[in-house]
């Protein structure tokens, strides 16, 4: 997920939902040990297998990020259409 990318609805949550800030931040974290670990020349079978399930970990909390975001979404619309 693009944090530096300006939304109104990712902004919003970043400053009243603890959960999605944590989740914000475990997303940042795996993006940069991931770029830690492509940086390396000659990877060797640990790093090459944490490097695969810090993509299957990044991606997860990337999903759980957008549900978030669905939900927090539906939820604002039905309030402003009721």
Do not use: G
């Amino acid at each position: 997920m693009d944090m530096t990318t300006p939304n109104v609805l990712r902004d919003e949550l970043m400053k009243e939902n603890q959960t999605f800030r944590d989740l914000v931040q475990k997303h940042q974290n795996y993006e940069k040990r991931l770029t830690e670990l492509a940086s390396l020349t000659y990877p060797n079978e640990d790093e090459m297998s944490e490097e695969s399930a810090l993509k299957k970990k990044k991606l997860a909390v990337k999903d759980e990020l957008y549900a978030i975001m669905q939900a927090y979404s539906n939820t604002n619309k039905a309030a402003v259409t009721h």
